[in-house]
Nanobody
Framework: VQLQASGGGLAQTGGSLRLSCAAL????????MGWFRQAPGKEREFVAA????????NYAEAVKGRFTISRDKAKNTVYLQMNSLKPEDTAVYYC???????????WGQGTQVTVSS
């Protein structure tokens, strides 16, 4: 399984972007997919995750109420809808997949999100 992320770019404060991550090769070994991000000079941090089977979600406090993670099982794709963007959301965003939401063993290539003030 390979993860292919897309949808990053430049947005203004208060704007929106949607990220996509396609699981190429199927999702037979995946029970959770998530998004992480890494800002310059900072460690990678968790953003959001979705249980592939049940659809249940969880979010980092910093993005609750602004970001929405969802999945399309027919397309083997997970999305991250990002609204009310802030400059501190600027980072490289990575999608991840794995057997549980505490163990990710597949990573996408990362997509840059830049929010201007």
């Amino acid at each position: 399984v390979q993860l292919q992320a897309s949808g990053g770019g430049l947005a203004q404060t208060g704007g929106s972007l949607r990220l996509s991550c396609a699981a190429l090769g199927g999702t037979f070994s995946i029970n959770a997919m998530g998004w992480f991000r890494q800002a310059p000079g900072k460690e990678r941090e968790f953003v959001a995750a979705v249980n592939w089977i049940t659809g249940s979600t969880n979010y980092a406090e910093a993005v609750k109420g602004r970001f929405t993670i969802s999945r399309d099982k027919a397309k083997n794709t997970v999305y991250l809808q990002m609204n009310s963007l802030k400059p501190e959301d600027t980072a490289v965003y990575y999608c991840a997949a794995g057997p549980s939401d505490t163990r990710y063993d597949k990573w996408g290539q990362g997509t840059q999100v830049t929010v201007s003030s």
